[in-house]
């Protein structure tokens, strides 16, 4: 399947895309092409594009999200940058996501499969599906209510448990608690 191009055209109609963080100083000498209705600015370039805005995540019909320098506070303005190359097909319905865990940083995040690295194996997700496993995901790695009347022996090694199964199959998060009743 070939990979659709984007371009200052197109990049805003139903994508994913990671964005990174730069300084403002990386565009003090570069000019607007582009202010949208909410505010957002653009400077498009042959490279890719900056986007200068105090809302990320879900965009319109995009899911945009923002590796910040530091720790994101939403309602001031950032800019990020993306490649063209870094802008991937989305819509609501097709799975094209996956989900990855860093449990030292007890964080998770969702990426589109066409960044896949070395053909790993997956299971992929529509942006419902993620969302929803995301939010079970974080509930597991940060609450304890969830494993009552489990049985365990360590609540650490048996998180990483069940979060493996979480990511790594399409059981239910029920389905994966009835098995340590």
Sequence with gaps: MATKTYT???FHSYTFCIWKEVLFSEIKDLK???????????????????RISNHWGRVANCHWR???LAEFKSQHNI???AKWIDFYSNDDTS?????KVDFEERE?????????????????????ETAKTIQIIKRVLNE????????YDDLEVFRKEI????VNSEKSFLEIKKQYL
Excluded: C, M
């Excluded at 607007?32 to 890719?48: D, H, L, P, V």
């Excluded at 799975?95 to 989900?99: E, R």
């Design 8 to 10: 200052k055209l197109n």
């Design 32 to 50: 607007i092409n582009y202010k949208s209705q909410s505010g957002s600015e653009y400077i498009f370039t042959a490279e890719g594009l900056y």
């Design 66 to 68: 923002l590796i910040p």
């Design 79 to 81: 800019v990020g940058f």
């Design 95 to 99: 799975k094209l996501f996956f989900i």
């Design 108 to 128: 998770v995040n969702f990426y589109h499969k066409l960044s896949l690295e070395n053909q790993e194996q997956v299971i992929l997700r529509n942006a419902r």
């Design 144 to 151: 304890t209510d969830w494993a009552k009347y489990l049985q």
């Design 163 to 166: 979060i493996e199964q979480l």
